[in-house]
T-cell receptor, first 113, second 113 residues
Framework: SQTIHQWPATLVQPVGSPLSLECTVE??????LYWYRQAAGRGLQLLFYSVGIGQISSEVPQNLSASRPQDRQFILSSKKLLLSDSGFYLC????????????FGPGTRLTVL | AQKVTQAQTEISVVEKEDVTLDCVYETRDTTYYLFWYKQPPSGELVFLIR??????QNEISGRYSWNFQKSTSSFNFTITASQVVDSAVYFCALSVDGQNFVFGPGTRLSVLP
């Protein structure tokens, strides 16, 4: 069966510090991968999605970036965090043949102080 | 552009009551997919159901049922005989291409014992 992992589970970082969140998927090959952010009390916002290694599409301009160095690894980064980057970050995957259904990881709660 | 509205921000019911969560969507595309996700206190999103725009049959899965009506652009979710474990935030989502998901703001359901 497929599983998706995210770490860290929680993170507290000062403004201006760098960020690296990691997401890995097991049990499937060549998945589509997604990063979402959920701000407090709000819905989910798609940040990035990737259909393959090195292929990243950005939905919202911001100070975040994403990379996909391996088939089942998706990384969300920032060089300098802003207060507005606080939120709950969710990684999701879908199979190439059924991109209409996404499965989510446990999430990372980021607090920027 | 697509939009999903969940007018109910919070709902509280007593255990064993039935509860309906409303979802209204907007899209100009004739082909699209609708979803419901559950987000328990642990934070991860749990996939509940996917419906495509060509299938208006209502669906029942145990205590869960979904009413899809294209005429009113609604995809409502009913929980019958609610239980405390149903307490969560529920998100309705829409996708027209299977890659980009638009989520509603969510409805927080509290089921009281």
């Amino acid at each position: 069966s497929q599983t998706i992992h995210q770490w860290p589970a929680t993170l507290v970082q000062p403004v201006g510090s760098p960020l690296s969140l990691e997401c890995t998927v097991e049990g499937t090959s060549n998945p589509n991968l997604y990063w979402y952010r959920q701000a407090a009390g709000r819905g989910l916002q798609l940040l990035f999605y990737s259909v393959g290694i090195g292929q990243i599409s950005s939905e919202v301009p911001q100070n975040l970036s994403a990379s996909r160095p391996q088939d089942r690894q998706f990384i969300l980064s920032s060089k300098k965090l802003l207060l507005s980057d606080s939120g709950f970050y969710l990684c999701a995957w879908s199979v190439l043949e059924r991109t209409d259904t996404q499965y989510f990881g446990p999430g990372t709660r980021l607090t920027v102080l | 552009a697509q939009k999903v509205t969940q007018a109910q921000t919070e709902i509280s019911v007593v255990e064993k009551e039935d509860v309906t969560l409303d979802c209204v969507y907007e899209t100009r595309d004739t082909t699209y997919y609708l979803f419901w996700y559950k987000q328990p206190p642990s934070g991860e999103l749990v996939f509940l159901i996917r419906r495509n725009s060509f299938d208006e049959q209502n669906e029942i899965s145990g205590r869960y049922s979904w009413n899809f009506q294209k005429s009113t652009s609604s995809f409502n979710f009913t929980i019958t005989a609610s239980q405390v474990v149903d307490s969560a935030v529920y998100f309705c989502a829409l996708s027209v291409d299977g890659q980009n998901f638009v989520f509603g703001p969510g409805t927080r359901l509290s089921v009281l014992p």
